[in-house]
């Protein structure tokens, strides 16, 4: 499990800051939506792919290692 730590630690993190970006978002007396925290959002998209390759990479690689040796 050590090494699913980081992968699932960076997708735990990007969830909590997506969350905490949208609380403090609002709509102003002329109806314009103010989102301070938008730029997350692509941020949270690269982190969560990443952390997703990062998963399956470390799930297929004893199985490609284990086909290599054969």
Do not use: C
Request: charged fraction near 15%.
């Amino acid at each position: 499990m050590k090494t699913y730590k980081l992968p699932v630690t960076l997708v735990i993190m990007t969830l909590l800051v997506q969350l905490l970006a949208t609380n403090f978002s609002y709509i102003d007396s002329a109806g314009y939506v103010h989102e301070p925290g938008f730029f997350t959002v692509p941020l949270g998209i690269f982190v969560i792919s990443g952390s997703i390759v990062r998963i399956v990479w470390l799930l297929l690689k004893p199985r490609v290692k284990k086909s290599l040796n054969r």
